[in-house]
């Protein structure tokens, strides 16, 4: 079992869903929530000021999945989260976790099963 998390731009959420939806992963976690990395931040112009935002908007994913799952979860993120054919600085990360166990609170199911 692994924890993939990954952090995309917000208006990719919609795809990256859809193309999940088609390697058959129907079940997620999405959080809003803010970082910078290589692009560090942006400038932003408010009432004839110019500030510098650290921060960016983006949004956090996190699957569970069997070991079957993780590299088309991977792909399908990969597909649809990239800005154009080659993508951009800002396009997000992936990152994959290894999972001890899960446990599903309404059965007791642990382990695989639980996912």
Not at 19 to 34: G, H, I, K, N, P
């Amino acid at each position: 079992m692994k924890l993939i998390i990954a952090i995309i731009q917000p208006n990719k959420l919609e795809a990256v869903k859809a193309a999940l939806t088609e390697v058959e992963v129907f079940r997620l976690t999405v959080m809003d929530c803010q970082g910078f990395g290589r692009q560090k931040g942006q400038t932003e112009v408010y009432r004839g000021h110019e500030f510098t935002v650290n921060l960016l908007r983006k949004v956090q994913l996190q699957i569970a999945v069997n070991e079957d799952f993780v590299e088309p979860t991977i792909q399908a993120i990969l597909k649809a989260g990239r800005s154009g054919e080659t993508g951009e600085i800002g396009d997000g990360k992936i990152f994959v976790l290894p999972m001890d166990d899960c446990v599903r609170i309404r059965t007791g199911e642990r382990g695989a099963d639980a996912i």
